[in-house]
């Protein structure tokens, strides 16, 4: 929040970190992850303009969070599980807002495929999401 649009300057150097935070889980409490998305959700909200162009990378990295995060048998909490599968679904829906409705273009064939209700429920929110 403190940048602001002032973000766009460094939008490259933060996709590189935001992408490997998200790849690795950092224990029960998944402070780093979750502080990872609400880092995307402030520079999707202030660098919205820039965002369109970043959703080959982005796109992908969240979707795969969501699986990461259902399908992990780990020690984490189900709050913090829900606390991620939310974030992301957040962040999925601001991208889809700022790129004009092409996130939920990409994922009408990942709905369709996706036979886990938890999942599919978070990207039911984001087609639904207006």
């Given at each position: 929040p403190r ?14 970190v ?44 969240l ?24 974030g ?10 700022c ?21 599919r ?7 639904e999401?207006?």
């Open positions: 940048l602001g649009i002032h973000v766009c300057r460094h939008l490259k150097r933060l996709e590189r935001v992408l490997g935070y998200l790849e690795v889980p950092d224990g029960p409490g998944e402070e780093a992850r979750l502080a990872v998305l609400e880092t995307l959700r402030c520079a999707v909200e202030h660098a919205w303009p820039r965002m369109p162009c970043r959703l080959p990378v982005l796109l992908p990295a979707l795969k969070l969501l699986w990461d995060v259902h399908t992990d048998p780990g020690p984490t909490p189900e709050p913090v599980r829900a606390a991620l599968l939310q992301a679904t957040e962040c999925l829906a601001l991208l889809d807002r790129s004009a409705g092409q996130v939920k273009v990409l994922l009408e064939g990942v709905y369709e495929s996706c036979e886990d209700g938890r999942v429920e978070c990207i039911r929110k984001v087609r999401d207006t």
